[in-house]
């Protein structure tokens, strides 16, 4: 039996169409799905007040120790509280304050701002202000008075 030209070049192309199902049937593939997540958070920072000193001999009237920021990273709603003895203590006398905080004023416990969440993160910056009330009636002793001031921030 005689080949010709035509028969090897069918023959040829029927060899790589039947060896086709052989090359699939040695490949295979694979998928990676990369995901990761960033949980929900808040923070409450105070920047600028580190060891604030201040002249208690006279009365203050607003003077800023402090900023305040609040942050939520989606948009959830937070509240930002303070909680504080509201005296400015030393080993024999003490000083009456209040803070001013977003044109609030606070002289007790509680809950002086709230967000409503409407942004994908929310961030607040305030100015913190304080305001003494030494008594006018009597000398108050040479000492150091200070207190410590506590704010947190609550998100559901």
Known sequence: MRVGRKHLVVLGC??????????????????????GTISRSV???VSGSGN???????PLKKQQIATLTAFA????AFSLSV??????????????????INNKTLDKDGVFFSSDGKKSSSE??????ISTDPP???QLPADTYSDTITF???AP
């Open 43 to 45: 923070s409450v920072a």
């Open 124 to 129: 607040a910056a305030m100015a913190v202000f």
């Open 73 to 76: 990273n989606d948009n959830q």
């Open 14 to 35: 029927m060899s790589i169409v039947a060896s086709i199902p052989l090359l699939a049937a040695n490949a295979a593939t694979a998928t990676l799905v990369v995901r």
């Open 136 to 138: 006018t009636d009597r």
């Open 83 to 100: 909680s504080s003895q509201w005296r400015l203590s030393g080993a024999q006398d003490n000083i009456p304050y209040s803070l001013t």
């Open 52 to 58: 604030t000193s201040l002249a208690l001999e006279s």
């Open 152 to 154: 947190t921030i609550t």
